[in-house]
């Protein structure tokens, strides 16, 4: 079987450099979110009243759960808004960041034009469903 070459993508403004760009500045956004929810958890008292394990989950998932399931008191201050947004952000910015990845890899074994925007449709499809049921969970919570 002969291989093929992709064509190269027109320079400028497209998709891929948007997604490629995204990537680089989501990774970024993921590292000052965990830095925010680590620090602040310090900040509010986790230093004395959470193990290392439960720090770390509070970090990338702010969930009040966690919290419950240490040895802080006084939970008030774990359970607001300002922590579902927090949550909201690291699912939005995780989740995006993943399924561009999947999209990537799946766009280089494709073969033929045809496939590439079904693939990119269930893909999309697929980041709605997870981002939808990742926030029907935090703001039940």
């Not at 201050?77 to 995006?96: D, E, R, S």
């Amino acid at each position: 079987m002969k291989m093929k070459s992709r064509t190269v993508a027109k320079r400028g403004f497209n998709l891929d450099f948007m997604m490629w760009m995204f990537t680089r500045l989501s990774a970024l956004t993921l590292y000052l979110l965990g830095l925010i929810g680590v620090t602040a958890a310090l900040v509010m008292g986790a230093r004395n009243e959470m193990d290392v394990s439960t720090l770390v989950r509070w970090t990338f998932f702010p969930n009040p759960s966690h919290v419950v399931s240490s040895d802080v008191v006084n939970i008030d201050a774990y359970i607001n808004y300002f922590w579902q947004i927090m949550q909201i952000l690291v699912v939005f910015f995780g989740v995006t960041h993943g399924i561009n990845g999947l999209r990537i890899i799946v766009e280089d074994y494709i073969g033929s034009n045809w496939w590439r925007p079904i693939w990119r449709g269930f893909i999309f499809f697929l980041w709605l469903f997870i981002l939808l049921v990742a926030i029907y969970v935090i703001l039940g919570s």
